[in-house]
C-alpha cells in the first residue's frame, strides 16, 4: 500500500443529529464516497435513529431464541471460536427488521447506491452476537477475490467495490465489548498479498453510539475483538451487492433474505429492484 494513500484510520463522517434524512446528505455522497473507495471502510455518525435500533434487540433476541432451537439452527452459523459465543443468524425481515430505515436507510443507501451502481441488491440481513467471553476474530476478509489468479488479482487496487457490509451495532461499542477491528486500505492488496498484513499494527477500531454505522468493503481485512463485558453485543450486518455478484463462501442458501408477496408489493416503488431476488418465485433461481 502507498503510505500517502494509507493511514491505518477509518474515516469518519459526522452527520448532523436530527437532520432531514429525506434529502441526500451531500458530504457523505462525495467526501464519503472517496474516502470508502480509498480505505475500503468509512465510519457514518448519527446515521440511524436510535430509538429505532433500541426497539429490534427485543425481537433480535426472539430470533436468536427460536434459531437455538434444533429444528432452525441450521439459520444461523458459530463464527468458529467458541461454540454459540460468536453465533451468525438469518434476520427474518418481520417487525422493526422489515422497515426500510434499517435495510435502504434514507441516509445511507444513496451512498450505498452511488458506490454499487444504482441496481445494487441486497445480499443479506443477518446479525452477529457476541457473548460475554466470546474470544477475538482472526483477521480475515469475506470472500476470495472475483478472479483467485496472483497475476489479475494484484490489480485489485483499480477495481471498485462489487459488495460491502453496512455494519450497525445495536449497542455501544467500547473496547470491552468488542468493536470490529479493521486495516483500512487493504481491500487494494491482492487476495495473496492480504495475507502478509501485519495483524498487530494499521488498524482501526472503531467505538460507536448507538446510531453510528460503519460500512466496509468484502475485501477489506477485520475481526471482531473480544467481549470481555458481561453483556451481550448484537451487530447488524447487512451485505449490498452489484447484481451479478454471488457470495459463494457466506453461506448465501441460508442468508439470502425471504420476502413474502405481500411483503413485497409493498415495498416502494424504487426499492423493488434491491429485493425481488429474495421473493418465492426469484429466490430458488438466485440461490441455486
Ligand atoms: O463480530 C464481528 O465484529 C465481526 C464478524 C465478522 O467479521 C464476520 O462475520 O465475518
Redesign the pocket.
Known amino acids: 500500500m502507498e503510505t500517502d494513500e494509507y493511514s491505518g484510520r477509518i474515516p469518519e463522517i459526522r452527520l448532523p443529529i436530527g437532520a432531514d434524512a429525506s434529502a441526500p446528505n451531500t458530504q457523505l455522497l462525495s467526501t464519503g464516497f472517496d474516502a470508502f473507495q480509498k480505505n475500503g471502510c468509512l465510519l457514518i455518525r448519527n446515521a440511524f435513529d436510535k430509538s429505532e435500533l433500541q426497539q429490534l434487540r427485543t425481537p433480535l433476541l426472539e430470533q436468536y431464541r427460536e434459531m437455538m432451537d434444533q429444528k432452525t439452527r441450521g439459520q444461523s452459523r458459530d ?1 468458529r471460536e467458541g461454540y454459540y459465543k ?1 453465533r ?1 443468524l438469518r434476520i427474518k425481515l418481520e417487525k422493526g427488521f422489515k422497515s426500510r430505515s434499517i435495510w435502504a436507510n434514507k441516509t445511507v443507501f444513496p451512498l450505498i447506491n452511488r458506490l454499487l451502481g444504482e441496481q445494487a441488491i441486497l445480499g443479506k440481513i443477518t446479525a ?1 452476537v ?1 457473548w460475554p467471553g466470546a474470544p477475538s ?1 482472526q483477521m ?1 476478509f ?1 470472500h476470495p477475490d472475483l478472479f483467485a489468479s496472483y497475476e489479475i488479482s494484484k490489480f485489485a487496487h483499480k477495481l471498485p467495490t462489487h459488495c460491502l457490509q453496512l ?1 450497525l451495532p445495536l449497542v455501544d461499542i467500547t473496547m470491552d465489548n ?3 477491528r479493521c486495516w483500512p486500505g487493504s481491500h487494494k492488496l491482492a487476495q495473496g498479498d492480504r495475507v502478509n498484513v501485519d495483524p498487530q499494527s494499521g488498524y482501526s477500531d472503531p467505538l460507536t453510539t448507538l446510531g453510528d454505522c460503519f460500512l466496509i468493503d468484502f475485501r477489506t481485512l ?4 473480544c467481549n470481555n463485558s458481561n453483556r451481550w453485543r448484537p ?1 447488524l ?1 447487512i451485505t449490498y451487492q452489484r447484481p451479478w455478484f454471488r457470495d459463494a463462501s457466506n453461506y448465501y442458501r441460508i442468508f439470502t433474505p425471504k420476502i413474502s408477496d405481500q411483503d413485497f408489493l409493498n415495498i416502494p416503488d424504487e426499492l423493488k429492484f434491491s429485493v425481488e431476488h429474495a421473493t418465492p418465485q426469484l429466490r430458488r433461481l438466485f440461490v441455486q
Open positions: 463464527l460468536r451468525m452477529v457476541a476474530q480475515h469475506d455494519v468488542g468493536p470490529t477485520h475481526s471482531g475483538l451487530v450486518f
